[in-house]
């Protein structure tokens, strides 16, 4: 089993809907959980970082960490064509690597 | 963007053959890192560098070799290609311990390898 589990999709959603995506993970010990964008072709980039639990929004974007359940979502909401692209989660704890997700490959229908 | 920059953005190589990939950067960070990216597995760690002449092993090591001659320079060298390392090689940059604390990751546009 792979530490961290994410969908690959793809998920398809028209224009405006709200996103919500998803990784699940099984080290209790991560305390840094990063969502990163990656558009076709191109290096990811850095989206939302959260340390720990809680909630973070950022503009159209919220990134929630659950740790109990170890669980973590992003959410788009008024999601755009622009928005398409393939999100990954990565989580890791001190003095350790990060460990990524397979990344979810999104769609937003015009 | 940050400035980093690999090269080549494309090979096609035949099994066998050594292979070398270049990242370069303009940033004076100190922490440099090889990945690997194949559908369903995400991003994986190759090697990764904290300084001059200091490279560590990351989770997919084998079959990969590593040199930091000076701060902007990473290589990353198959010394004899195989059809498994088919991939898309990421490079990425760091200013502080990865996972020590907030560390945010800069990528570079990839190369995309084809070992046949």
């Known amino acids: 089993q792979k530490e961290v589990e994410q969908d690959p999709g793809p998920l398809s959603v028209p224009e405006g809907a709200i996103v919500s995506l998803n990784c699940t993970y099984s080290?209790?010990?991560?305390?840094?959980f990063m969502w990163y964008r990656q558009y076709s072709r191109k290096g990811p980039e850095l989206l939302m970082y959260?340390?720990s639990s809680g909630n973070k929004e950022d503009g159209r974007f919220t990134a929630q960490v659950d740790k109990s359940s170890k669980y973590i979502s992003l959410f788009i909401r008024d999601s755009q064509p622009s928005d398409s692209a393939t999100y990954l989660c990565?989580?890791?704890?001190?003095?350790?690597?990060?460990?990524w997700g397979a990344g979810t490959k999104l769609i937003i229908k015009p | 963007d940050a400035g980093i920059t690999q090269s080549p953005r494309h090979k096609v190589t035949e099994t066998g053959t050594p292979v070398t990939l270049r990242c370069h950067q303009t940033?004076?960070?100190?922490?440099m890192y090889w990945y690997r990216q194949d559908p369903g597995h995400g991003l994986r760690l190759i090697h990764y560098s904290y300084g001059v002449k200091d490279t560590d092993k990351g989770e997919v090591s084998d079959g990969y070799s590593v040199s930091r001659s000076k701060t902007e320079d990473f290589l990353l060298t198959l010394e004899s290609a195989t059809s498994s390392q088919t991939s898309v090689y990421f490079c990425?940059?760091?200013?502080?311990?990865?996972?020590?604390?907030?560390?945010?990751?800069?990528f570079g546009p990839g190369t995309r390898l084809t070992v046949l």
């Open positions: 959260t340390y």
């Open positions: 990565a989580m890791g704890r001190s003095n350790y690597q990060l460990i």
């Open positions: 940033e004076n960070h100190r922490y």
């Open positions: 080290n209790s010990a991560f305390q840094y």
């Open positions: 990425a940059i760091s200013e502080s311990q990865l996972a020590a604390s907030y560390n945010e990751q800069f």
